[in-house]
């Protein structure tokens, strides 16, 4: 397996990439932010246990398209302007496209060693990102030859509008979800039986994607073991995957 090619993405594109991908390493429980702006130093969110550590996880992302030594000068600064931004955190993960050699990264560790701070910090660099990405077969199709503009998102996150509307939004989900019961617990005995896939079909505006949202909602979301995305870019050859 190549390499993930990061010269051919955006501060954006990496965002969209780590979302999902912690979504589905860290757990349902992860939190990402997406508002514009300045935003406190904090890309994501996470309270609970997370590989053996306990607490609340602040997540930052640094996408830096240069070269490698470029990249790690620009993350020594990032990281002295990040230790600043801690808050009652007790645990900091900076993650990044640059590939760190051992030195490196520990140089980092000593300029967090060297702060007040008694958070506990992890580096996620291109390699630890990588060996991740692998696990997950289904971020291979972002970054693969059956798309190089498809992007995965959380629902949450891909639908963030819908599910805070008020009932002013014609687009609302925050309205209460009535009958489909039956189609409901088709999808559940899809989650749970051996089929591949399953087509949600009908005309325009019946209710479709709000029925899939209330499935996601009610379903998906109270088993620990799934997680729902949503793929946002329709030119995909399904055959490959």
């Known amino acids: 397996m190549e390499k993930i090619n990061w010269s051919n993405y955006n501060g954006e594109d990496f965002q969209r990439f780590c979302n999902s991908l912690l979504s589905m390493e860290v757990g349902k429980k992860f939190?990402?932010?997406?508002?514009p702006g300045k935003d406190g130093g904090v890309d994501g969110f996470y309270e609970g246990t997370y590989n053996g550590?306990?607490?609340k996880w602040r997540f930052q992302y640094k996408f830096h398209n240069v070269p490698r030594k470029q990249g790690f000068n620009y993350l020594k600064k990032d990281l002295k302007n990040e230790i600043s931004n801690i808050k009652n955190e007790d645990h900091f993960v900076l993650v990044t496209n640059v590939e760190l050699l051992p030195q490196e990264y520990q140089e980092l560790v000593e300029i967090w060693k060297g702060s007040t701070?008694?958070?506990h910090l992890e580096i996620w660099d291109g390699a630890k990102l990588f060996t991740l990405y692998l696990q997950f077969p289904i971020l291979l199709g972002w970054f693969s030859d059956i798309s190089q503009t498809a992007q995965l998102q959380d629902y949450k996150v891909a639908f963030k509008s819908n599910l805070e509307g008020t009932y002013e939004y014609a687009g609302t989900f925050n309205v209460p979800f009535?009958?489909?019961e039956g189609e409901i617990g088709k999808l559940k005995?899809?989650?749970?039986?051996?089929?591949?896939?399953?087509?949600?079909s009908g005309e325009a505006g019946i209710g479709k994607t709000r029925m899939?949202?209330?499935?996601?909602?009610?379903?998906?979301?109270?088993?620990?073991?799934?997680?729902?995305l949503v793929l946002?870019?329709?030119?995909?050859?399904?055959d490959k995957i």
């Open 117 to 119: 701070k008694n958070v």
């Open 232 to 238: 946002l870019n329709r030119n995909i050859d399904f």
């Open 178 to 180: 009535i009958s489909r």
């Open 53 to 55: 550590h306990e607490g």
């Open 31 to 35: 939190l990402p932010y997406l508002a």
């Open 189 to 200: 005995e899809f989650l749970l039986g051996d089929q591949k896939m399953v087509i949600v």
């Open 212 to 228: 899939v949202i209330e499935f996601f909602k009610t379903v998906v979301d109270n088993i620990d073991e799934w997680v729902a």
